[in-house]
């Protein structure tokens, strides 16, 4: 009996069944999406975005611990000249967020009231998973906006974001991108 379940399932010699297990572990292993390859222009972007955030996250962190409005605005007038350098030729907007979503300060100043974006699905990511997010946004007038949010977490606990508007329009002229490329992006790493 075993010798026919033996010859059966693996062959005469037994080692059919390895090497047909080996090759579908190769088959699946070569099967696996592969991450696509930015263009020049997406690399380029997430590059400057990263250091944008970068510089602001060393900037705001102690403003933003202490809810200093006055800090953060001081704060957002010190790094406006590497945020402007990421985007010299688009229009671009830079908000200050506390842990819950709403607006602790913008750059350029906007109309100085405060904005609730708690309910904004980009937000709520970026606050859920303390990871930075990207989302496309359309204005009333349909223009569509690039929305990147990213966390400020002080030993490991939120207290607050950073989000950057870029126009998409603008953007693409800028870098040479698609909005698929741009909310494929993965800027936490």
Request: aromatic share 8%; charged share 25%.
């Given at each position: 009996?075993?010798?026919?379940?033996?010859?059966?399932?693996?062959?005469?010699?037994?080692?059919?069944?390895?090497?047909?297990?080996?090759?579908?572990?190769?088959?699946?292993?070569?099967c696996q999406a592969r991450e696509v390859p930015?263009?020049?222009?997406?690399?380029?972007?997430?590059?400057?975005?990263?250091?944008?955030?970068?510089?602001?996250?060393?900037?705001?962190?102690?403003?933003?611990?202490?809810?200093?409005?006055?800090?953060?605005?001081?704060?957002?007038?010190?790094?406006?000249?590497?945020?402007?350098?990421?985007?010299?030729?688009?229009?671009?907007?830079?908000?200050?967020?506390?842990?819950?979503?709403?607006?602790?300060?913008?750059?350029?100043?906007?109309?100085?009231?405060?904005?609730?974006?708690?309910?904004?699905?980009?937000?709520?990511?970026?606050?859920?998973?303390?990871?930075?997010?990207?989302?496309?946004?359309?204005?009333?007038?349909?223009?569509?906006?690039?929305?990147?949010?990213?966390?400020?977490?002080?030993?490991?606990?939120?207290?607050?974001?950073?989000?950057?508007?870029?126009?998409?329009?603008?953007?693409?002229?800028?870098?040479?991108?698609?909005?698929?490329?741009?909310?494929?992006?993965?800027?936490?790493?």
């Open positions: 009996m075993r010798n026919i379940l033996r010859s059966s399932l693996f062959g005469d010699k037994g080692y059919r069944w390895p090497v047909l297990l080996v090759g579908a572990v190769i088959v699946l292993l070569g930015l263009s020049p222009g997406a690399a380029t972007f997430k590059q400057e975005v990263k250091s944008c955030l970068d510089n602001l996250a060393v900037t705001l962190m102690e403003p933003v611990s202490k809810q200093d409005l006055a800090g953060i605005k001081a704060a957002l007038e010190k790094v406006e000249s590497p945020a402007v350098k990421l985007c010299r030729l688009c229009p671009f907007e830079i908000g200050v967020l506390n842990p819950s979503g709403e607006t602790l300060a913008a750059y350029p100043s906007g109309d100085g009231k405060q904005k609730n974006f708690s309910n904004y699905e980009v937000v709520i990511k970026a606050i859920n998973s303390k990871k930075i997010k990207q989302q496309q946004l359309f204005l009333q007038d349909g223009a569509k906006l690039y929305l990147i949010c990213a966390p400020l977490s002080r030993e490991g606990a939120l207290i607050g974001l950073v989000a950057i508007a870029i126009n998409s329009e603008d953007a693409a002229k800028k870098w040479g991108f698609k909005e698929k490329e741009f909310l494929a992006l993965d800027l936490n790493n």
